[in-house]
């Protein structure tokens, strides 16, 4: 009899890991997946653009339910894991299905950050995680007008702009003064508002919600300063949470999320964890790079090929409002004795700032001309030495051959 | 071309050097021509250089003097007050009479100019000498062939150029004293190289400190030490009287004083070699290929002439060839060629402060009788007056009160020019006439009048080999502009002076003709120069006359009879002597100074041609590299260039022409084109004894770095104010100026101070910036209607990119997006299609794609290049410089 895995979780993570593992070693495990969605895995990157009208769920599903099926792989879709047993080595379903492992994945992800203010349990509040809450902003879409996005990330702005494509009039609210601070710098920020108000995007930016107006449903949004706006719709971007309840209540050594090592296995060594609900060092993680990389580290382990370990990188960031180009890697900002270099075509809506560190690249923010993004990544990486072509640097590899 | 056009054609002549092209001109509008070389014309037969092809493009009105001004509150740079042509005359002649019933006729002088045509230059001598009564009447030809004037008179009796241009293609050996032919005279320099390719064997020796772009050619070079060019030539002599070419007979029937000449040219080979810093064995070369070549023509110019032993130099070469008995037959003969288009024609009328009029002479009282005769005047002159250099000293000094300065512009080109602002500003009254506006000179005018420019003057020049052409007006005078004669003859009648009632050019030109004929007979003042034929045409003769040599229908000195009275020419001793200021201590190196190819004199004319303006945009300081190293500057770099007399500020530049101990500056940047370029301030203001012609070719200077924080250029549709700008110097582009700059300030915010230097009020321009400010690199792009408008890069070191690419930009209608992401690149984001510098100016044919050429394709010679690429096809002037590129291209990688 072979050894069992069980995967809890059936999003990006967790199935990358698999499909990984199969690749290495297809018959080492009985393999149970649980996952709380009722559907087979798919990329969750690409809600945006199923949002937005440019893409169907179909598009995007990654794992078909034929294909748990023909790799062997018990799949329990819309049944989570309430209980992990350590000592006794089982995992028990919402629905009490109960299942023995040798080996655990965790691959619980994260969940949407709903900022506590009075009324943010009304109908019409909304997150942007799962297929279920895009169906609700689509049918929200096809029955109301204003709809306000409250945190002007990256996802927030991707949920504003689909919101915008489905006809309603999208407010973004934002608590700092700038757009995307986690990826842009100011300049560039101010770009995208720009180019997004052009398309139709209403901005409120330095703005402290304070609460969530409505008798049944939510009809406004009430800010600190008393000032209210009208809202059918309220999406809450405000980032997200690891999703660490479960490994928690099973004793595992948590911090702001699961800890695990170099090779991502947790402090039970028969219990691994990838992808968002994980902590690395010190680090989390919510790009879809590092989770690959994590993924493919833990698949080599859990295969018994254990020579790999995983290595933080930088990742780069695009956002996939179409039209807008922008790109972000690395230290954008700079820290002391850090030097940069800035283009500025306004006209074409064109701005790129590079970090340097001494010799090295290592950061980059580019805006509405990102051919060259991958490039400056591949610099950032491979930790180049860049001095020689510091002042073609900006102008692409072409000049700087 | 149509038909009515063609008949518009109008033959004139090139108003830049000596050789005196003809071109014709065909109107387009009022102020616009095309110009192309006179296919009938001897001098050129329809060959143009690059300067005289762009003659079109110098013809528009801006910065043009267009009406009287005057300055009324006297203050130089003060203001302007447009005035009509009486008051301003009134005024001028009204104070120069009150300066001269005061002080006498010598305290006021006329400075005049080889660019004056011959009929101008005579009414001015006519003035000054018959009139005013002074001889105080100088010309910027004193600062470039006096030399060689008092060398012919010394050696023949008379100011005679006993070579014609012909005699260059007959003969077998061309040497070349301190003439960079190739750059300074192109059309005679091809003359020579058609003859040379045809004749393999004909040899070309070049004697310079310098090697130029003449030197490509040569098939010897003798670098000279600066100023040794005496010991080479009385080596020469020695060595010549010492074997079998010396002419007994002709020095025996027609020559004097061969003796005393040889006593003083004691010198062998070897001390010759040592002296002039020569290989013996080259130095050899030299006089066996001399003594062995009958049909040789020794050519020089301004590195002999431009020398406190300059009048020695030229008599050390015209007793080579009488030892030699070569003179008077064609192929052969000391041949000096001249800087400026009439500077024959102003030795003609005699326009210099130590000569008469028609070849008569200012020290012989019978030709002073005679011309006074001749003129019906009230006095005439009987004493030299001031020579250039003396004259502005005595400015200074305040004993001449008056000057009138014509068509020059000596602020810029006399040498301690620094001395001649000093002047200007005490003198009581100054008068410049002028086509341009704004000019080193004319800041200090108080009274600034209009004159016709080259394209709407009239009347008769003289080249180099005594070829009198008719220079035709072909556009119409702009604003209140006159000719310079006029405005001399309504001066002269201001003073109440008869003579002066001409009433078109052609009846100056017959009484000059007349003139010349005046007495000039056997057993009177008899003078080889007689142009008495041409006295008797009529306006319609005159206007349809021919280009004609004097002495018409016969070779100079054929007959072996010179213009002394016995009719001998004179062997002149010549002893050496060293440069009056040697370097040494605190200024190690010798500045030499000198042209480009691309631009003539300061730069009024050829400064409007974008075309001329891309072979050498900038003022530079070529030197060795290892004296480079030792004044602590590097190439691309500032360095200031400082003499005992004042200081200027130019690019270092490695040329690979300049020997050690050497560094030569460009004679042609200015006040009005550089913040701090005039070469002039810095030379030495030593002249030669007796011509009076500075010594431009050897200053002692210091070269040392001029430190700035930055480095940077503009390219800019509109012009800037640079007045905050430490170093600067503008170019004309194609539809743009273009800035080299350097500043030693610390520019904080990059952005507001390069908007606020290039004028950019709104906040909302489309502008284009990338900046790196710890590296202290900043560049910027002005974009209005999707064109470029400017553009300005900073950079700490002169890094910075070509300008070629970003300056055909401006050519642009639109700007392709590929170009937009381009332009703070300074270069295409596709590699390949940089140019590189220009070197062939007429094509616009750059380094890289002519380097490209030969190298892909294996070209060998010049015409391969030619026919691949047309570089080198039109005027010629860059094939010594794609020559090197061959043979730079030859050597393996």
């Known amino acids: ?401 | 071309m149509n038909l009515s056009q063609q008949h518009l054609s109008i033959a004139t002549t090139c108003p830049y050097c000596g050789v005196g092209c003809g071109v014709k001109a065909v109107p387009q509008g009022p102020q616009s021509a095309t110009v192309s070389g006179d296919v009938d014309h001897p001098s050129n037969f329809g060959r143009l250089c690059v300067k005289g092809a762009a003659l079109g493009e110098t013809l528009g009105l801006e910065g043009r003097l267009l009406h009287p001004q005057v300055r009324d509150d006297g203050q130089p740079g003060g203001t302007l007050r447009q005035v009509s042509w009486d008051e301003a005359l009134d005024r001028a002649a009204g104070q120069w009479r009150a300066i001269v019933d005061e002080h006498g006729p010598d305290s006021v002088a006329l400075y005049v100019s080889g660019q004056l045509l011959t009929e101008d230059y005579y009414v001015a001598n006519k003035l000054m000498k018959g009139y005013v009564g002074s001889a105080n009447i100088d010309t910027n030809s004193r600062l470039c062939m006096s030399s060689a004037v008092a060398g012919h008179k010394r050696a023949f009796g008379e100011d005679l150029v006993p070579v014609n241009y012909d005699d260059l293609e007959n003969a077998d050996m061309i040497v070349l004293v301190g003439s960079n032919l190739a750059w300074c005279h192109p059309i005679l320099f091809q003359r020579i190289m058609r003859a040379k390719e045809a004749r393999p064997d004909m040899k070309l020796v070049v004697i310079d400190p310098r090697r130029t772009a003449t030197c490509e050619l040569a098939d010897l070079h003798l670098p000279v030490k600066p100023g040794t060019d005496v010991w080479l030539f009385n080596g020469l002599l020695a060595y010549l009287a010492r074997g079998e070419a010396v002419d007994a007979a002709f020095i025996a029937n027609h020559t004097r004083g061969l003796n005393d000449a040889l006593a003083s040219a004691d010198i062998t080979p070897e001390e010759v070699a040592k002296a002039c810093r020569l290989p013996v064995e080259d130095v050899l070369a030299f006089y066996e290929s001399f003594a062995a070549t009958a049909k040789v023509i020794t050519g020089f110019s301004m590195g002999v002439n431009q020398s406190s032993a300059g009048t020695d130099k030229v008599n050390a070469i015209i007793n080579c060839h009488l030892v030699t008995g070569r003179i008077g037959k064609p192929g052969m003969g000391p041949f000096s060629i001249t800087g400026q288009p009439n500077a024959m024609g102003g030795r003609e009328v005699g326009g210099l402060a130590n000569m008469l009029a028609a070849h008569l002479d200012l020290d012989k009282p019978e030709h002073r009788a005679a011309v006074q005769e001749f003129w019906h005047s009230p006095r005439i002159a009987d004493k030299p007056g001031l020579k250039a250099v003396d004259l502005f000293q005595a400015i200074e000094s305040g004993k001449v009160k008056a000057v009138w300065i014509i068509a020059t512009n000596p602020m810029v080109s006399l040498p301690d020019a620094d001395q001649v602002r000093r002047a200007l500003s005490k003198a009581e009254l100054v008068i410049a006439s002028d086509v341009v506006r704004d000019t080193d000179t004319n800041a200090f005018a108080h009274v600034l009048l209009p004159a016709l420019a080259w394209a709407e003057k009239d009347g008769t020049v003289t080249n180099s080999e005594r070829r009198i052409s008719r220079q035709r007006g072909f556009l119409p005078a702009p604003g209140e502009a006159k000719g310079d004669w006029q405005i001399l003859c309504e001066f002269a009648r201001r003073l109440g002076y008869d003579g002066f009632d001409f009433q078109h050019q052609s009846e100056i030109f017959a009484e000059h003709a007349r003139l010349s004929a005046w007495r000039n007979a056997a057993d009177a003042l008899p003078r080889l120069f007689d142009i008495g034929a041409l006295a008797s045409l009529d306006r319609a003769g005159y206007d349809g006359l021919q280009p004609v040599q004097w002495p018409i229908g016969r070779r100079v000195f054929a007959d072996h009879r010179f213009s002394f009275p016995d009719g001998r020419a004179r062997f002149v001793p010549t002893v050496p002597r060293l440069p009056v200021n040697t370097a040494g201590g605190e200024y190690p190196l010798v500045l030499n100074t000198g042209r480009v190819r691309d631009q003539w004199h300061t730069m009024t004319r050829t400064g409007r041609a974008p075309k001329l303006a891309e072979h050498t945009p900038e003022s530079f300081v070529d030197l060795h590299p290892q004296d480079a190293l030792l004044c602590g500057v590097r190439d691309g770099e500032l360095a200031r260039i400082s003499s005992q007399w004042g200081s200027m500020v130019a690019r270092v530049r490695h040329g690979g022409g300049i020997a050690r101990g050497s560094a030569f500056v460009p004679i042609h940047w200015n006040g009005q084109n550089a913040s701090d370029a005039r070469v002039g301030a810095v030379v030495n203001p030593v002249v030669d004894p007796v011509s009076g012609e500075p010594e431009f070719k050897h200053t002692p200077v210091m070269v040392e770095r001029f430190p700035v924080q930055w480095h940077g250029f503009v390219l800019s549709r509109t012009p800037l104010d640079l007045d905050k700008v430490v170093y600067w110097t503008r170019a004309q582009g194609a539809g743009f100026t273009r800035y080299e700059m350097a500043g030693r300030n610390r520019i904080g915010d990059f952005g507001t101070w390069a908007r606020e230097l290039l004028g950019i009020a709104d906040a909302d321009a489309d502008w284009l910036e990338y900046a790196d400010r710890s590296a202290g690199v900043y560049r910027a792009v002005h974009i209005v209607d999707d064109r470029i408008a400017q553009c300005i890069f900073v950079s700490p070191r002169p890094d910075l990119p070509e300008r070629a690419w970003l300056a055909g930009l401006f050519s642009t209608e639109a700007l392709a997006d590929a170009e937009r992401a381009g332009v703070l690149a300074g270069r295409p984001l596709k590699q390949g299609a940089d140019t590189g510098p220009t070197v062939c100016s007429c094509f616009g044919v750059g380094r890289n794609t002519i380097c490209n050429a030969i190298r892909d394709k294996d070209l060998k010679t010049t015409a391969e290049v030619t026919a691949c690429v047309k570089a080198g096809g039109n005027c010629g002037s860059c094939v010594p410089e794609i020559r090197q590129l061959l043979a730079q291209m030859r050597v393996p990688a």
């Not at chain 1, 009490?96 to 009075?118: C, M, N, Q, W």
């Not at chain 1, 809202?231 to 949470?241: H, I, K, P, S």
């Not at chain 1, 028969?270 to 990389?293: D, K, M, N, S």
Request: charged share 20%; aromatic share 6%; hydrophobic share 45%.
């Open chain 1, 1 to 401: 009899m072979k050894p069992a895995l069980v995967v809890i979780g059936n999003g990006m993570a967790g199935m990358r890991t698999v499909e990984e593992l199969l690749a290495l070693a297809p018959d080492l495990y009985d393999i149970t997946v649980f996952g709380a969605e009722p559907h087979g895995n798919y990329n969750r990157i690409l809600l945006s653009p199923v949002l937005a009208g440019e893409k169907s769920v179909d598009d995007i599903m990654l794992n078909t339910r034929d294909w748990y099926e023909a790799n062997g792989i018990a799949l329990h879709a819309g049944d989570p894991v309430v209980h992990i047993d350590r000592r006794r080595r089982i995992v028990r379903s919402q629905s009490g299905h109960e299942v023995g492992y040798d080996r655990l994945l965790i691959a619980t992800g994260s969940k949407p950050f709903i900022i506590p203010v009075p009324g943010h349990e009304l109908p019409g509040v909304l997150a942007f995680r799962d297929i279920a809450d895009v169906e609700s902003m689509l049918s929200a879409a096809h029955d109301h007008r204003h709809a306000v996005v409250i945190g002007g990330g990256l996802l927030g702005l991707e949920a504003a702009n689909g919101l915008l494509k489905q006809g309603m009039e999208v407010t973004v609210v934002h608590v700092t003064d700038a757009l995307m601070n986690q990826q842009l710098d100011k300049p560039a920020a101010q770009l995208l508002q720009r180019a997004l108000e052009a398309r139709g995007l209403k901005f409120m930016l330095e703005a402290q919600t304070a609460g969530i107006v409505g008798p049944d449903r939510v009809t406004a949004v009430r800010f600190k300063d008393g000032t209210e706006i009208p809202a059918d719709l309220v999406v809450m971007t405000a980032g997200v949470r690891p999703n660490i309840e479960l490994a928690k209540s099973a004793g595992l050594h948590c911090e702001r999320a699961i800890v695990v090592d170099d090779t991502l296995q947790s402090y039970d060594p028969r219990v691994y964890a990838v992808g968002e609900c994980v902590q690395h060092r010190r680090a989390t993680f919510g790009l879809v790079a590092p989770i690959w990389e994590q993924a493919k580290v833990c698949a080599a382990h859990l295969a018994g090929a254990g020579h790999r370990r995983y290595v933080q990188q930088a990742s780069p960031t695009r956002l996939k409002v179409t039209g807008i180009e922008l790109y972000s890697v690395g230290d954008f900002i700079g820290a002391e004795g850090s030097e940069d270099l800035v283009l500025r075509d306004a006209r074409r809506g064109v701005y790129k700032r590079l970090v340097l560190d001494g010799p090295c690249l290592v950061g980059a923010v580019l805006y509405g001309d990102v051919q060259d993004g991958p490039w400056y990544f591949d610099l950032i990486q491979r930790g180049a030495d860049i001095s020689a072509m510091r002042h073609q640097l900006l102008f692409g590899p072409a000049l700087a051959a």
